[in-house]
């Protein structure tokens, strides 16, 4: 019908995924509509909000620390290409007590794909975070933190 419009695909759901899923199919040409119950950027996505994070680590799930390292090269292309400086590198501090197997797979995991990180022992801990009690977070001599504290 003349008049109408017409595309080739629509992408229901704007949050992170249907937008990020309907730009990329508008690079490759394709004439994409993208459409939500709520609008663009709303807080009731859970992708939308004031502030969300991206990390690495997710245990032995080596699949997703690969796509979480691939994953924030586009976001900060994405961020530099807007011109709108949206990503704040401050780093995180994972804290598990002794016998954390999840701690040390995530360890593992990022020492496998070289993701830069630091492991802290409890001493360690105590000595960098003096503020901080980290007797129920950390049972034991043993307990051990990992992270990338800071910025860079
Ligand atoms: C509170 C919260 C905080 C989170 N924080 C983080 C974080 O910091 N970092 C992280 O990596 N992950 C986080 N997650 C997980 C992450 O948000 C989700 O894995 C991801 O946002 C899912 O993205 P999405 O685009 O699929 O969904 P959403 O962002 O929820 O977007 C779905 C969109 O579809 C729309 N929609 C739904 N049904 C219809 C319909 N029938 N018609 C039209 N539109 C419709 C909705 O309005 C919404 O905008 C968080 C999850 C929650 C719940």
Same mark, same amino acid.
């Given at each position: ?53 991206? /990390? ?5 799930? =080596?699949?997703?620390?690969?796509? @979480? ?7 900060? %292309? #994405? ?31 990022? /020492? ?5 990180? =630091?492991?802290?022992?409890?001493? @360690? ?7 901080? %009690? #980290? ?18």
């Amino acid at each position: 019908m003349s008049g109408q419009k017409t595309c080739d695909v629509a992408v229901i759901g704007a949050g992170v995924f249907g937008a990020w899923t309907a730009w990329h199919l508008a690079k490759r040409g394709q004439r994409v509509v993208l459409i939500d119950a709520y609008g663009p950027a709303h807080s009731r996505a859970s992708s939308g909000g004031e502030s969300r994070i991206i /990390r690495m680590g997710y245990g032995a799930d =080596e699949l997703y620390t690969l796509w @979480a390292q691939q994953s924030l090269e586009q976001w900060k %292309s #994405f961020f530099v290409a807007s011109k709108v400086p949206l990503f704040h590198e401050t780093g995180v501090l994972w804290l598990g007590g002794e016998d954390d197997s999840q701690l040390r797979r995530t360890s593992a995991t990022l /020492r496998r794909c070289k993701v830069p990180f =630091e492991e802290f022992d409890r001493a @360690a801990l105590e000595r960098k975070y003096p503020q901080v %009690s #980290f007797e129920e977070q950390c049972s034991g001599p043993q307990a051990s933190g990992i992270g990338k504290t800071g910025t860079g």
